[in-house]
């Protein structure tokens, strides 16, 4: 079974019934993950998580399928989130496959991995396996997703209200929803007891947005501006921004790269696509500079390092949280000089 961000919806109900393993793929993990956790919402008795690296996996192959057949802790039933990056979980996967018995639901969420990957083309064909591929988002999808969590949780957003929270969390749907939850509390809101959500209440309690936040230090950093680094991190840590929210913003901001990078090609016209997808609403107006400069930054190979990096660095973050924050500066640093113009 396959699926896209177009199309998940529909068919995820389905696939949390009939199907044991989930294949969450593509350049926009963000919306991957999500995916992921809706399915989970949906499985009849999801029980306990049991989370598992890819690394982990490729090392061991066999710990999968060893895992998903046996009971869980306290006897009750569970499933496994496993993050790999590409087909690290591919021969784990195929010794899964052919064991025998029940085996628990077992999701995978793989960055830098396609629906062409080996993974994806095990199970695309699988009645019992779901493989989705999700693309970056753009402001009007996620404002959209934005309007419909807003409904859920009882509350009324117009389109600009929604596409300002949708812009303030950077385009991802899980931060998204974590601001339409908390301004529901701060509202007292509820699919009973509806309420309106104006732009005093976000600037009383909703999410700064990019410019205020994120998106400086990721344009200086992959634009190698190393000059104005050391006063994005000092500002990092007086606004006291969240390390693996912030390393979020440049696990987006790499993927719309990769993205753009395979419209134009080796030696395609980066203004041209650029253009088009401004046009197309795709890429914000803000952007369109920023883009320019770092997709001649980051192209082939190098983008592909600078993928790995990152998924590198969030691993590191969330595994050492006291020490986040010196983690984050320390590679942000790195990836700006590796980003910097040759003298």
Not at 7 to 30: H, I, N, T
Not at 39 to 64: F, H, N, Q, W, Y
Not at 65 to 89: C, N, P, Q, W, Y
Request: proline share 3%; hydrophobic share 45%; glycine share 8%.
């Amino acid at each position: 079974m396959k699926a896209t961000q177009k199309d998940f919806g529909s068919v995820a109900q389905r696939a949390a019934k009939e199907c044991s393993v989930f294949y969450f793929c593509g350049p926009d993990e963000a919306g991957a993950s999500a995916a992921a956790l809706k399915i989970v919402s949906m499985l009849d008795d999801p029980g306990e998580r049991l989370e598992m690296a890819g690394v982990t996996l490729r090392k061991d192959p066999i710990l999968l399928g060893d895992e998903a057949r046996s009971e869980s802790l306290f006897g009750d039933t569970k499933h496994i989130m496993v993050r790999a990056s590409g087909d690290e979980a591919l021969d784990a996967v195929g010794n899964l496959l052919l064991g025998t018995g029940d085996a628990c639901p077992v999701l995978i969420v793989a960055t830098s991995a396609t629906d062409k990957s080996r993974t994806a083309k095990l199970l695309e064909k699988r009645d019992d396996a779901l493989v989705a591929m999700f693309w970056p988002p753009d402001v009007r999808s996620v404002s959209s997703s934005v309007r419909a969590m807003g409904d859920t949780a009882g509350l009324q957003l117009n389109g600009d209200i929604a596409e300002r929270i949708a812009r303030g969390a950077g385009l991802d749907v899980r931060l998204a929803q974590s601001e339409i939850e908390k301004i529901a509390l701060y509202l007292d809101a509820s699919p009973e007891s509806p309420r309106n959500v104006d732009v005093a209440v976000l600037d009383a309690i909703g999410a700064k947005t990019e410019d205020d936040g994120f998106m400086p230090v990721v344009n200086a950093v992959l634009s190698g501006e190393t000059k104005k680094l050391q006063a994005e991190l000092v500002r990092v840590r007086e606004l006291a921004i969240n390390p693996v929210g912030l390393l979020l913003a440049f696990e987006r901001r790499a993927a719309q790269l990769a993205s753009l990078s395979a419209k134009i090609g080796p030696r395609g016209d980066i203004s041209g696509v650029i253009q088009s997808e401004k046009r197309a609403r795709r890429i914000f107006w803000k952007d369109e500079r920023d883009l320019a400069v770092q997709l001649r930054r980051w192209r082939g190979k190098k983008l592909d390092r600078l993928l790995s990096k990152l998924l590198e660095m969030h691993r590191s973050l969330l595994s050492n949280n006291q020490s986040a924050e010196l983690l984050l500066s320390q590679g942000l640093t790195e990836i700006a000089r590796a980003a910097a113009p040759r003298r």
